[in-house]
Nanobody, 129 residues
Framework: QVQLVESGGGLVQAGGSLRLSCSAS????????MGWFRQAPGKEREFVAA????????????YYADSVKGRFTISRDNAKNTVYLQMNSLKPEDTAVYYC??????????????????WGQGTQVTVSS
């Protein structure tokens, strides 16, 4: 089992920045594909970003939802068992609970929530207009 704990959420004004962190347990973190999802009130959970393992594959691959491209950046530090989501130029529509997710299986659709086996408890991000 893998345990994930998100942190870094909070209240920020439109145009501001936040950096979310997801700390993971387990010695095999470096082989996991990591993702970020978010869910706003009354809406379905949606994909935000994902990052591949540079242990399994040569070079790191990143994936982003169209709505966050150019504003959000996902990264990982395997030595710290942590994945980050740097969020810049935040908009009110970014307001949601953000969830960290992980899988150690091969992924064909990294934007789909069903591809992930482990989930964090979520952290609230609120962007005021």
């Amino acid at each position: 089992q893998v345990q994930l704990v998100e942190s870094g959420g909070g209240l920020v004004q439109a145009g501001g920045s936040l950096r979310l962190s997801c700390s993971a347990s387990g010695r095999t973190f470096s082989t996991y594909i990591m993702g970020w999802f978010r869910q706003a009130p009354g809406k379905e959970r949606e994909f935000v970003a994902a990052i591949s393992s540079d242990i399994r594959w040569k070079g790191v691959r990143t994936y982003y939802a169209d709505s966050v491209k150019g504003r959000f950046t996902i990264s990982r530090d395997n030595a710290k068992n942590t994945v980050y989501l740097q969020m810049n130029s935040l908009k009110p529509e970014d307001t949601a609970v953000y969830y960290c997710a992980a899988t150690n299986r091969a992924v064909t659709e990294p934007s789909r929530s069903y591809e992930y086996d482990y989930w964090g408890q979520g952290t609230q991000v609120t962007v005021s207009s």
